[in-house]
């Protein structure tokens, strides 16, 4: 395959940014199996934009080469103070989060914090590295990764969260950094700090699209920042009605996607709509609705534009919408559900 079809499949849905890509085309230019990076916090249930948005473009890289890496990161858990900072259940949440990443990417290798760090004599040299190039205004400004704000009553541990995440993108050696676009502050502070300390090869990043809440979009102030907007708006574990657990089944997705925010022709900021661009038409390579014949007959959409279109002239009513995107998200998380079916309420036990 060669370097522009490469890039293309990266830069597909749900892709928001690449930083830069000249960066990347040096690294698919030098490198047929490149280093892949993707960490994240063992801070409760999953939800499907953690799992069937970042998890496509996870096995997205793996098609085209790239050596993809997930990092469960428990130490950050306890970093910023999650699941009671309980090393047992963390470590058995983990070992969900594990098997998890093994059906949505199979061609990832998971590693455990806790094993990262026990195996690297160097870990902790390069957390003072970076930490000793970062001022405590910078660090700050990263805290949006962690739900924090400069308002909230703040900890060392979230101070040092940050600088432990660009640590472990050292750690992997990684050419290709992943993450939602809520972390783009702490990958640029990794960028420079590497760029600073005379780290030889570019890190390239990747920042793919946050799943909106399918809770109505929040007012946010006009001063905000893209990460900040972004964070305001995606799914979130703790509001009711917000987000999608990867582990629901057919009731319980059916009830969420009908509570969602769908008006009739409103095409803007609409969470419904949201999860067929960047999940479903991805997926599964269309959407398919299905109605009867006097109300317009089925429908089948292989693109977004034409079901933007559809929608926004309001051919396409919220109902039908809903019904389809229920039913194909049901089938897309069938695997997951399925594995996890006899066990569902402990594991649901873990997070409350």
């Given at each position: 395959?060669?370097?522009?079809?490469?890039l293309?499949i990266?830069?597909?849905?749900?892709t928001?940014?690449?930083?830069?890509?000249q960066?990347?085309?040096?690294?698919l230019?030098?490198?047929?199996?490149?280093?892949?990076?993707?960490?994240?916090?063992?801070s409760?249930?999953?939800?499907?934009?953690?799992?069937?948005?970042a998890?496509?473009?996870v096995n997205?890289l793996?098609k085209?080469?790239?050596?993809?890496n997930?990092?469960?990161?428990?130490?950050?858990?306890v970093?910023?103070q999650?699941?009671g900072?309980?090393?047992?259940r963390?470590?058995?949440?983990?070992e969900?989060?594990r098997k998890?990443?093994?059906?949505?990417?199979?061609?990832?290798?998971?590693?455990?914090g806790?094993?990262?760090?026990?195996?690297?004599?160097?870990?902790?040299?390069?957390?003072?590295?970076?930490a000793?190039?970062?001022?405590?205004?910078?660090?700050?400004?990263?805290?949006?990764?962690?739900?924090r704000?400069?308002?909230?009553?703040l900890?060392?541990?979230?101070?040092?969260?940050p600088?432990?995440?660009?640590a472990d993108?050292?750690?992997?050696?990684?050419?290709?950094a992943?993450?939602?676009?809520?972390?783009?502050?702490?990958?640029?502070?990794?960028?420079?700090?590497f760029?600073d300390?005379?780290?030889k090869?570019?890190?390239?990043?990747?920042?793919?699209?946050?799943?909106?809440?399918?809770?109505?979009?929040?007012?946010?102030?006009?001063?905000?920042?893209?990460e900040?907007?972004?964070?305001?708006m995606?799914?979130?574990k703790?509001k009711q009605g917000?987000?999608i657990?990867?582990?629901?089944?057919e009731?319980?997705?059916?009830?969420?996607?009908?509570?969602?925010?769908?008006?009739?022709?409103?095409?803007t900021?609409n969470p419904?709509?949201g999860l067929?661009?960047?999940?479903?038409?991805?997926?599964?390579?269309?959407?398919?609705?299905?109605r009867?014949?006097?109300?317009?007959?089925?429908?089948e959409?292989?693109?977004?534009?034409?079901?933007?279109?559809?929608?926004s002239?309001?051919k396409l009513?919220?109902?039908?919408?809903?019904?389809?995107?229920?039913?194909?998200?049901?089938?897309?998380?069938?695997?997951?559900t399925?594995?996890?079916?006899?066990?569902?309420e402990?594991?649901?036990a873990?997070?409350?």
């Open positions: 395959m060669d370097i522009e079809s490469k293309a990266i830069k597909s849905e749900p928001e940014e690449i930083v830069t890509e960066d990347l085309k040096e690294v230019e030098t490198k047929t199996n490149p280093i892949h990076y993707f960490g994240l916090e063992i409760g249930m999953p939800h499907i934009g953690h799992i069937l948005c998890g496509k473009k997205d793996a085209i080469g790239f050596q993809t997930i990092l469960l990161a428990d130490w950050h858990t970093a910023n999650k699941l900072g309980d090393w047992e963390i470590k058995k949440a983990s969900f989060y998890l990443f093994s059906i949505a990417c199979p061609s990832a290798k998971v590693t455990l806790s094993d990262l760090y026990n195996n690297n004599n160097d870990y902790w040299k390069e957390v003072m590295k970076i000793t190039r970062t001022t405590i205004a910078r660090a700050t400004r990263t805290l949006i990764i962690q739900g704000s400069e308002k909230d009553t900890y060392v541990s979230q101070y040092i969260y600088i432990m995440q660009a993108i050292r750690a992997f050696d990684a050419d290709l992943h993450a939602g676009m809520d972390q783009r502050k702490v990958h640029m502070l990794a960028r420079e700090s760029k300390s005379g780290y090869k570019p890190l390239a990043l990747l920042h793919t699209h946050l799943i909106q809440s399918l809770l109505e979009p929040p007012k946010v102030h006009e001063s905000a920042d893209k900040e907007i972004v964070t305001a995606k799914m979130s703790s917000s987000a657990p990867i582990l629901a089944d009731k319980e997705v059916k009830k969420i996607i009908s509570g969602g925010w769908c008006p009739e022709g409103v095409t900021e419904v709509l067929c661009k960047y999940i479903i038409i991805p997926t599964l390579g269309k959407l398919k609705i299905e009867p014949q006097k109300y317009g007959g089925d429908l959409f292989d693109d977004y534009g034409s079901l933007e279109k559809e929608f002239s309001k009513h919220p109902a039908d919408l809903k019904n389809a995107v229920s039913s194909s998200l049901i089938k897309i998380m069938e695997p997951i399925k594995t996890f079916s006899s066990k569902k402990e594991i649901e873990l997070f409350k």
